[in-house]
Protein backbone atom coordinates (compact mmCIF):
# COMPACT_ATOMS: atom_id res chain seq x y z
CA UNK A 1 0.00 0.00 0.00
CA UNK A 2 1.66 3.41 -1.32
CA UNK A 3 -0.03 6.61 -0.41
CA UNK A 4 1.24 10.33 0.37
CA UNK A 5 0.52 10.08 4.32
CA UNK A 6 -1.38 8.36 6.88
CA UNK A 7 -2.97 9.74 9.96
CA UNK A 8 -2.72 7.17 12.90
CA UNK A 9 -6.92 7.11 12.60
CA UNK A 10 -6.06 5.40 9.05
CA UNK A 11 -3.28 3.30 9.65
CA UNK A 12 -5.24 1.83 12.85
CA UNK A 13 -8.71 1.11 10.78
CA UNK A 14 -6.71 -0.57 7.80
CA UNK A 15 -7.37 -4.25 7.01
CA UNK A 16 -3.86 -6.05 6.64
CA UNK A 17 -5.53 -9.02 4.61
CA UNK A 18 -5.40 -6.42 1.24
CA UNK A 19 -1.40 -5.93 1.53
CA UNK A 20 1.81 -7.02 2.75
CA UNK A 21 3.85 -3.64 3.28
CA UNK A 22 2.95 0.27 3.89
CA UNK A 23 4.87 2.92 2.48
CA UNK A 24 4.50 6.52 2.39
CA UNK A 25 5.99 9.50 0.59
CA UNK A 26 5.71 11.57 3.85
CA UNK A 27 5.89 11.00 7.93
CA UNK A 28 8.90 10.23 10.29
CA UNK A 29 10.21 7.08 11.19
CA UNK A 30 8.79 7.46 14.93
CA UNK A 31 5.23 9.00 13.34
CA UNK A 32 2.58 7.30 14.99
CA UNK A 33 1.60 5.51 11.38
CA UNK A 34 4.90 4.12 11.94
CA UNK A 35 4.19 2.90 15.24
CA UNK A 36 0.66 1.36 14.35
CA UNK A 37 1.96 0.03 11.73
CA UNK A 38 4.63 -2.18 13.44
CA UNK A 39 2.10 -3.29 16.07
CA UNK A 40 -0.31 -4.66 13.24
CA UNK A 41 3.08 -6.46 12.04
CA UNK A 42 3.34 -5.04 8.72
CA UNK A 43 6.86 -3.81 6.89
CA UNK A 44 6.53 0.24 6.72
CA UNK A 45 9.09 2.75 4.93
CA UNK A 46 7.78 6.44 5.65
CA UNK A 47 9.42 9.61 4.62
CA UNK A 48 10.27 7.78 1.44
CA UNK A 49 10.26 11.18 -0.81
CA UNK A 50 8.78 11.96 -3.86
CA UNK A 51 10.12 9.53 -6.08
CA UNK A 52 7.61 7.02 -4.50
CA UNK A 53 5.12 8.41 -7.72
CA UNK A 54 7.49 6.99 -9.72
CA UNK A 55 6.00 3.77 -9.12
CA UNK A 56 2.92 2.69 -11.00
CA UNK A 57 0.28 0.77 -10.15
CA UNK A 58 1.45 -2.95 -11.29
CA UNK A 59 4.61 -2.71 -10.72
CA UNK A 60 6.92 -5.16 -9.16
CA UNK A 61 8.41 -4.09 -5.68
CA UNK A 62 10.32 -5.54 -3.16
CA UNK A 63 9.99 -4.13 0.22
CA UNK A 64 12.52 -4.25 2.84
CA UNK A 65 11.21 -2.88 6.40
CA UNK A 66 14.37 -3.75 8.01
CA UNK A 67 16.40 -1.75 6.30
CA UNK A 68 14.17 0.81 4.55
CA UNK A 69 14.77 0.23 1.05
CA UNK A 70 12.06 -0.58 -2.24
CA UNK A 71 13.26 -1.75 -5.13
CA UNK A 72 11.97 -1.57 -8.41
CA UNK A 73 11.73 -4.62 -10.56
CA UNK A 74 13.63 -6.70 -8.33
CA UNK A 75 15.35 -10.14 -9.44
CA UNK A 76 13.02 -12.15 -9.00
CA UNK A 77 15.53 -14.96 -7.62
CA UNK A 78 17.20 -12.49 -5.67
CA UNK A 79 13.64 -11.13 -4.12
CA UNK A 80 12.43 -14.85 -3.51
CA UNK A 81 15.47 -15.65 -1.47
CA UNK A 82 15.68 -12.26 0.14
CA UNK A 83 11.78 -13.25 1.63
CA UNK A 84 13.01 -17.17 2.34
CA UNK A 85 15.75 -15.42 4.78
CA UNK A 86 13.67 -13.09 6.39
CA UNK A 87 11.20 -16.04 7.02
CA UNK A 88 14.00 -18.38 8.22
CA UNK A 89 14.84 -15.22 10.75
CA UNK A 90 11.12 -14.76 11.83
CA UNK A 91 10.79 -18.55 12.45
CA UNK A 92 14.48 -18.45 14.74
CA UNK A 93 13.20 -15.37 16.54
CA UNK A 94 9.42 -17.01 17.15
CA UNK A 95 11.13 -19.89 18.68
CA UNK A 96 12.52 -17.89 21.67
CA UNK A 97 10.73 -18.15 24.68
CA UNK A 98 10.78 -15.44 27.54
CA UNK A 99 11.00 -13.68 30.05
CA UNK A 100 13.99 -12.18 28.77
CA UNK A 101 17.26 -12.67 30.67
CA UNK A 102 21.14 -12.03 29.76
CA UNK A 103 23.25 -14.84 29.19
CA UNK A 104 24.51 -14.06 32.78
CA UNK A 105 20.59 -13.86 34.15
CA UNK A 106 20.14 -10.06 34.08
CA UNK A 107 16.42 -9.39 33.99
CA UNK A 108 15.20 -7.05 31.50
CA UNK A 109 10.96 -7.02 31.48
CA UNK A 110 9.73 -7.11 28.18
CA UNK A 111 6.16 -5.20 27.70
CA UNK A 112 4.04 -4.44 24.61
CA UNK A 113 2.70 -1.17 23.92
CA UNK A 114 -0.95 -1.21 23.11
CA UNK A 115 -3.97 1.07 21.94
CA UNK A 116 -6.79 -1.12 22.18
CA UNK A 117 -8.77 -4.46 23.52
CA UNK A 118 -7.61 -6.24 19.87
CA UNK A 119 -4.25 -5.42 20.25
CA UNK A 120 -4.18 -6.43 23.95
CA UNK A 121 -5.52 -9.62 22.57
CA UNK A 122 -2.90 -9.96 20.50
CA UNK A 123 -0.02 -9.16 22.68
CA UNK A 124 -1.46 -11.63 24.96
CA UNK A 125 -0.68 -14.14 22.60
CA UNK A 126 2.64 -12.98 22.59
CA UNK A 127 6.48 -13.33 25.14
CA UNK A 128 5.27 -10.00 26.37
CA UNK A 129 5.26 -10.02 30.45
CA UNK A 130 2.31 -7.39 30.99
CA UNK A 131 1.43 -3.77 29.11
CA UNK A 132 4.33 -1.00 29.24
CA UNK A 133 1.82 1.30 27.06
CA UNK A 134 -1.61 1.44 26.63
CA UNK A 135 -2.22 4.59 24.66
CA UNK A 136 -5.84 5.34 25.66
CA UNK A 137 -6.01 8.45 23.67
CA UNK A 138 -6.12 6.44 20.51
CA UNK A 139 -9.37 4.49 21.54
CA UNK A 140 -11.23 8.14 21.39
CA UNK A 141 -9.46 9.77 18.22
CA UNK A 142 -12.57 9.52 16.48
CA UNK A 143 -15.40 10.37 19.17
CA UNK A 144 -16.50 13.71 19.24
CA UNK A 145 -17.76 14.15 22.49
CA UNK A 146 -16.18 12.68 25.72
CA UNK A 147 -17.44 9.21 26.64
CA UNK A 148 -18.46 9.00 29.99
CA UNK A 149 -16.84 7.58 33.37
CA UNK A 150 -18.65 4.23 32.69
CA UNK A 151 -18.50 4.19 28.72
CA UNK A 152 -14.50 4.72 29.72
CA UNK A 153 -14.23 1.88 32.26
CA UNK A 154 -16.12 -0.73 30.12
CA UNK A 155 -12.92 0.37 27.17
CA UNK A 156 -10.14 0.40 29.60
CA UNK A 157 -11.66 -2.89 31.16
CA UNK A 158 -11.11 -4.99 27.51
CA UNK A 159 -7.26 -4.12 27.18
CA UNK A 160 -6.48 -5.25 31.29
CA UNK A 161 -8.84 -8.28 31.07
CA UNK A 162 -6.51 -10.02 28.58
CA UNK A 163 -3.33 -9.19 31.49
CA UNK A 164 -5.22 -10.49 34.31
CA UNK A 165 -1.78 -11.14 36.42
CA UNK A 166 0.52 -8.87 35.28
CA UNK A 167 1.20 -5.39 34.99
CA UNK A 168 -0.52 -2.91 33.07
CA UNK A 169 0.71 0.85 32.54
CA UNK A 170 -1.72 2.62 31.29
CA UNK A 171 -0.55 6.09 30.08
CA UNK A 172 -3.66 9.04 30.80
CA UNK A 173 -4.79 11.16 27.68
CA UNK A 174 -2.21 12.21 25.18
CA UNK A 175 -4.43 14.08 23.24
CA UNK A 176 -3.11 17.34 20.61
CA UNK A 177 -0.16 17.26 18.21
CA UNK A 178 -0.73 14.85 15.46
CA UNK A 179 -3.38 13.05 17.72
CA UNK A 180 -6.19 15.10 17.51
CA UNK A 181 -9.24 14.20 19.90
CA UNK A 182 -11.80 16.50 19.72
CA UNK A 183 -12.89 17.38 22.86
CA UNK A 184 -9.70 17.72 24.25
CA UNK A 185 -7.47 19.36 21.41
CA UNK A 186 -7.43 23.14 21.50
CA UNK A 187 -7.57 24.19 17.47
CA UNK A 188 -5.32 25.98 15.87
CA UNK A 189 -2.09 26.51 17.36
CA UNK A 190 0.54 27.69 16.23
CA UNK A 191 2.95 24.93 16.68
CA UNK A 192 1.02 22.28 18.53
CA UNK A 193 4.15 19.84 18.81
CA UNK A 194 5.43 22.24 21.88
CA UNK A 195 1.48 23.28 22.31
CA UNK A 196 -1.01 22.47 24.69
CA UNK A 197 -0.61 18.53 24.64
CA UNK A 198 -0.61 15.76 27.20
CA UNK A 199 -0.85 16.55 31.08
CA UNK A 200 -1.16 20.48 29.80
CA UNK A 201 -4.59 19.69 28.21
CA UNK A 202 -5.68 19.10 31.95
CA UNK A 203 -4.25 22.44 33.29
CA UNK A 204 -7.18 24.36 31.58
CA UNK A 205 -9.76 21.02 32.25
CA UNK A 206 -8.97 19.22 35.33
CA UNK A 207 -11.98 17.04 35.59
CA UNK A 208 -11.07 16.02 32.06
CA UNK A 209 -7.92 14.44 33.60
CA UNK A 210 -10.41 13.51 36.88
CA UNK A 211 -12.97 11.76 35.41
CA UNK A 212 -9.99 9.61 33.28
CA UNK A 213 -8.87 8.56 36.50
CA UNK A 214 -12.13 7.71 37.79
CA UNK A 215 -12.61 5.19 34.72
CA UNK A 216 -9.37 3.70 35.31
CA UNK A 217 -9.67 2.99 39.16
CA UNK A 218 -13.41 1.55 38.53
CA UNK A 219 -12.53 -0.83 35.75
CA UNK A 220 -9.60 -1.66 38.49
CA UNK A 221 -11.83 -2.38 40.80
CA UNK A 222 -14.60 -4.56 38.54
CA UNK A 223 -11.64 -6.35 37.49
CA UNK A 224 -10.52 -6.98 41.26
CA UNK A 225 -6.94 -6.58 40.59
CA UNK A 226 -4.20 -5.91 43.19
CA UNK A 227 -0.68 -6.38 43.73
CA UNK A 228 -0.77 -9.25 41.84
CA UNK A 229 -1.47 -7.90 38.74
CA UNK A 230 -0.48 -3.91 39.31
CA UNK A 231 -2.03 -0.98 37.22
CA UNK A 232 0.16 1.57 36.75
CA UNK A 233 -1.02 5.11 35.63
CA UNK A 234 1.66 7.76 34.00
CA UNK A 235 0.97 11.44 32.91
CA UNK A 236 2.41 12.48 29.22
CA UNK A 237 4.37 15.86 28.68
CA UNK A 238 5.24 15.85 32.67
CA UNK A 239 8.02 18.69 32.31
CA UNK A 240 8.01 19.92 36.31
CA UNK A 241 8.30 18.63 39.67
CA UNK A 242 5.46 20.66 40.27
CA UNK A 243 3.05 18.83 37.16
CA UNK A 244 4.65 15.27 38.60
CA UNK A 245 3.70 16.20 42.65
CA UNK A 246 0.02 17.20 40.99
CA UNK A 247 -0.93 14.43 39.32
CA UNK A 248 0.60 11.96 41.71
CA UNK A 249 -1.69 13.46 44.02
CA UNK A 250 -5.09 12.75 41.95
CA UNK A 251 -3.75 9.19 41.19
CA UNK A 252 -3.25 8.96 45.09
CA UNK A 253 -6.66 9.66 45.98
CA UNK A 254 -8.04 7.10 43.92
CA UNK A 255 -5.46 4.30 44.65
CA UNK A 256 -3.54 4.31 41.59
CA UNK A 257 -0.08 3.66 41.16
CA UNK A 258 2.05 7.02 39.78
CA UNK A 259 4.24 7.67 36.91
CA UNK A 260 5.36 9.91 34.51
CA UNK A 261 6.54 9.90 30.77
CA UNK A 262 10.21 11.15 30.25
CA UNK A 263 10.05 13.03 27.24
CA UNK A 264 10.63 16.90 27.45
CA UNK A 265 14.84 17.16 27.98
CA UNK A 266 13.20 18.93 31.44
CA UNK A 267 12.18 16.37 32.84
CA UNK A 268 15.45 14.03 32.04
CA UNK A 269 17.46 16.93 33.56
CA UNK A 270 15.31 17.83 36.82
CA UNK A 271 14.92 13.63 37.50
CA UNK A 272 16.17 14.32 40.68
CA UNK A 273 13.26 16.49 41.45
CA UNK A 274 10.44 14.91 39.79
CA UNK A 275 11.53 11.44 41.07
CA UNK A 276 10.36 11.58 44.74
CA UNK A 277 6.57 12.09 44.04
CA UNK A 278 6.62 9.30 41.55
CA UNK A 279 6.98 5.22 41.69
CA UNK A 280 8.02 4.96 38.58
CA UNK A 281 9.01 6.75 35.11
CA UNK A 282 8.65 5.74 31.29
CA UNK A 283 10.74 7.05 28.48
CA UNK A 284 9.15 7.92 25.61
CA UNK A 285 12.54 7.93 23.01
CA UNK A 286 10.13 8.86 20.44
CA UNK A 287 9.52 12.42 21.79
CA UNK A 288 11.91 13.07 23.81
CA UNK A 289 14.33 12.60 20.29
CA UNK A 290 12.06 14.92 18.82
CA UNK A 291 12.45 17.65 21.09
CA UNK A 292 16.08 17.15 22.61
CA UNK A 293 16.93 17.78 18.41
CA UNK A 294 14.40 20.24 17.94
CA UNK A 295 13.51 18.21 14.86
CA UNK A 296 9.80 17.52 14.02
CA UNK A 297 8.96 13.73 13.96
CA UNK A 298 6.92 14.05 11.10
CA UNK A 299 9.39 15.44 8.54
CA UNK A 300 10.74 13.21 6.07
CA UNK A 301 13.65 15.67 5.80
CA UNK A 302 14.51 15.91 9.28
CA UNK A 303 14.39 12.34 9.78
CA UNK A 304 18.71 12.15 10.19
CA UNK A 305 17.51 13.46 13.12
CA UNK A 306 14.80 12.26 14.89
CA UNK A 307 17.11 9.16 15.39
CA UNK A 308 16.75 7.35 18.74
CA UNK A 309 20.42 6.68 18.57
CA UNK A 310 21.20 10.25 18.69
CA UNK A 311 24.34 10.01 21.50
CA UNK A 312 22.44 13.33 23.37
CA UNK A 313 19.38 11.30 23.39
CA UNK A 314 21.21 8.30 24.85
CA UNK A 315 22.94 10.02 27.79
CA UNK A 316 19.35 11.64 28.60
CA UNK A 317 18.29 8.87 29.25
CA UNK A 318 21.94 7.83 31.25
CA UNK A 319 20.77 10.38 33.50
CA UNK A 320 17.31 9.39 34.31
CA UNK A 321 18.41 5.57 34.97
CA UNK A 322 21.05 7.01 37.55
CA UNK A 323 18.48 9.18 39.20
CA UNK A 324 16.82 6.01 39.11
CA UNK A 325 18.55 3.81 41.08
CA UNK A 326 19.97 6.75 43.15
CA UNK A 327 16.22 7.23 44.16
CA UNK A 328 14.92 3.75 43.71
CA UNK A 329 12.51 5.07 41.23
CA UNK A 330 11.82 2.11 38.27
CA UNK A 331 12.44 3.32 34.76
CA UNK A 332 11.60 2.01 31.99
CA UNK A 333 10.97 2.58 28.46
CA UNK A 334 8.26 2.45 26.07
CA UNK A 335 8.84 4.29 22.43
CA UNK A 336 9.85 2.83 19.73
CA UNK A 337 13.68 2.93 20.90
CA UNK A 338 12.64 -0.53 22.85
CA UNK A 339 11.49 -2.47 19.87
CA UNK A 340 15.51 -2.40 18.39
CA UNK A 341 16.86 -5.30 19.69
CA UNK A 342 20.37 -3.79 19.29
CA UNK A 343 19.40 -0.43 21.26
CA UNK A 344 17.80 -2.28 23.46
CA UNK A 345 20.69 -4.06 24.67
CA UNK A 346 22.01 -0.42 25.00
CA UNK A 347 19.13 0.83 26.83
CA UNK A 348 19.89 -2.42 29.18
CA UNK A 349 23.13 -1.28 29.66
CA UNK A 350 22.16 2.16 30.43
CA UNK A 351 19.99 0.52 33.63
CA UNK A 352 16.55 0.72 31.70
CA UNK A 353 14.53 -2.06 33.71
CA UNK A 354 11.83 -3.05 31.29
CA UNK A 355 11.34 -2.44 27.77
CA UNK A 356 7.90 -1.63 25.91
CA UNK A 357 7.36 -2.03 22.20
CA UNK A 358 4.77 -3.48 19.79
CA UNK A 359 4.14 -7.21 20.59
CA UNK A 360 5.17 -8.25 17.73
CA UNK A 361 9.12 -6.69 18.42
CA UNK A 362 9.55 -8.67 21.90
CA UNK A 363 10.39 -12.09 20.70
CA UNK A 364 13.36 -10.23 18.31
CA UNK A 365 14.48 -8.17 21.39
CA UNK A 366 14.14 -11.21 24.11
CA UNK A 367 16.32 -13.19 21.61
CA UNK A 368 19.02 -10.49 21.11
CA UNK A 369 19.54 -10.20 25.07
CA UNK A 370 19.94 -14.35 25.17
CA UNK A 371 22.57 -13.86 22.79
CA UNK A 372 25.23 -11.69 25.00
CA UNK A 373 25.80 -11.22 28.66
CA UNK A 374 25.20 -8.03 30.76
CA UNK A 375 28.76 -6.79 30.52
CA UNK A 376 28.70 -6.64 27.21
CA UNK A 377 25.23 -4.45 27.29
CA UNK A 378 27.18 -2.21 29.37
CA UNK A 379 30.03 -2.04 26.90
CA UNK A 380 27.32 -1.19 23.99
CA UNK A 381 26.05 1.22 26.24
CA UNK A 382 29.43 3.08 27.10
CA UNK A 383 30.53 3.24 23.35
CA UNK A 384 26.89 4.54 22.29
CA UNK A 385 26.82 7.41 24.67
CA UNK A 386 30.07 8.17 23.50
CA UNK A 387 29.83 8.08 19.99
CA UNK A 388 29.83 11.53 17.30
CA UNK A 389 26.52 10.95 16.15
CA UNK A 390 23.02 8.29 15.73
CA UNK A 391 25.06 6.34 12.61
CA UNK A 392 28.20 6.11 14.34
CA UNK A 393 26.78 4.32 17.65
CA UNK A 394 24.52 2.02 15.61
CA UNK A 395 28.00 1.02 13.72
CA UNK A 396 29.67 1.02 17.05
CA UNK A 397 27.02 -1.07 18.43
CA UNK A 398 26.82 -3.53 15.86
CA UNK A 399 30.55 -3.90 15.89
CA UNK A 400 30.45 -4.91 19.52
CA UNK A 401 27.05 -7.37 19.63
CA UNK A 402 27.25 -8.77 16.41
CA UNK A 403 31.19 -9.18 15.70
Known amino acids: LFADDLSPADTAALDTNHFVALVTELGGPTSHTAIIARQLNVPCIVAV ?57 HRVQLLANVQDGNAARIASDTQ ?3 IGLFRTEMCFLSA ?6 DEQAEV ?7 FPNSKVVVRSLDAGSDKPVAFATMADEMNPALGVRGLRVARANEPLLTRQLDAIAKAVKELGRDENA ?23 E ?64 QHTCEEGKRTNTAVGVCGEAAADPLLACVLA ?11 TAIAGVGAQLSAIDFDTCVKAAEAAINAEGATEARQKVRDILQP
Open 144 to 149: LEEPSV
Open 128 to 130: AEG
Open 49 to 105: GSNLNDIKAGDKVLVDGALGTITLNADPEIAVAAVAESKLLAERIAQWRGPAETKDG
Open 156 to 162: YKKVLER
Open 230 to 252: PTWVMAPMVATAREAKWFAGLCA
Open 349 to 359: GLGVNSLSSAS
Open 254 to 317: RGLVAGAMIEVPAAALMADKIMPHLDFVSIGTNDLTQYTMAADRMSPQLAYLTDPWQPAVLRLI
